[in-house]
């Protein structure tokens, strides 16, 4: 990686399975926030599960973008 231009294109092109991934959780992200929208607005609470689906997906997209971005050393891995 010490060399920047080439490091951030190997970043990039090792980050491609995280886009991925994270392309197709971020569908499923918005249509839990979709289907969680009408329950909150009747009783006033949200879910659990709705916040720990959203919160998995931001953490994640957060490592993958600060390794990527040069701002972290480790590997994001493949776990929320």
């Given at each position: 990686?010490?060399?920047?231009?080439?490091?951030?294109?190997?970043?990039?092109?090792?980050?491609?399975?995280?886009?991925?991934?994270?392309?197709?959780?971020?569908?499923l992200?918005?249509?839990?926030v979709?289907?969680?929208?009408?329950?909150?607005?009747?009783?006033?609470?949200?879910?659990?599960?709705?916040?720990?689906?959203?919160?998995?997906?931001l953490?994640?997209?957060?490592?993958?973008?600060?390794?990527?971005?040069?701002?972290?050393?480790?590997?994001?891995?493949?776990?929320?």
């Amino acid at each position: 990686w010490g060399i920047p231009i080439i490091g951030h294109w190997v970043r990039g092109i090792c980050l491609i399975p995280h886009w991925i991934v994270l392309f197709l959780l971020g569908i499923l992200a918005y249509l839990v926030v979709f289907v969680a929208w009408i329950p909150v607005l009747i009783s006033g609470r949200q879910a659990s599960w709705v916040y720990s689906v959203l919160g998995g997906y931001l953490r994640w997209w957060v490592r993958t973008v600060t390794w990527g971005w040069m701002l972290s050393g480790t590997y994001p891995p493949f776990t929320t």
